[in-house]
């Protein structure tokens, strides 16, 4: 059985910093790509970040420069640094594996977490 577990509940003020984990089992890591999703109250889920296997990232232009994507495949972790944050990053992020970055990217994950909220407020 696939399990993505991310951490717990965050709150931050604006222009802090935190950093999101997610456990991935059952599945042969290394051989994924490992994403998050996030979904801001009201809107459509979107793709922020994503790591390939081999360590080749992509990432949303929005979060570009703030956020910071890292895997350890020895542990089957995934990270999400954020840093600068601001009150639109407020949404629940989600962790995602697909075995191709592609389809990963557009929402189309093979595997989801279920989803941690973030809310950036002062």
């Known amino acids: 059985q696939v399990q993505l577990v991310e951490s717990g509940e965050e709150y931050v003020q604006p222009g802090g910093s935190l950093s999101l984990s997610c456990a991935a089992s059952?599945?042969?890591?290394?051989?994924?790509?490992m994403g998050w999703h996030r979904q801001a109250p009201g809107e459509e889920r979107e793709f922020v970040a994503a790591?390939?296997?081999?360590?080749?990232?992509y990432y949303l232009q929005a979060v570009k420069g703030r956020f910071t994507i890292s895997r350890d495949n020895a542990k089957n972790m995934v990270y999400l640094q954020m840093s600068d944050l601001k009150p639109e990053d407020t949404a629940i992020y989600y962790c995602?594996?697909?075995?191709?970055?592609?389809?990963?990217?557009?929402?189309?994950?093979?595997?989801w977490g279920e989803g941690t909220p973030v809310t950036v407020s002062s």
């Open positions: 995602a594996a697909g075995t191709e970055a592609d389809p990963l990217i557009a929402g189309g994950a093979d595997y």
């Open positions: 059952g599945i042969t890591f290394s051989n994924y790509v």
């Open positions: 790591i390939s296997g081999s360590g080749t990232k």
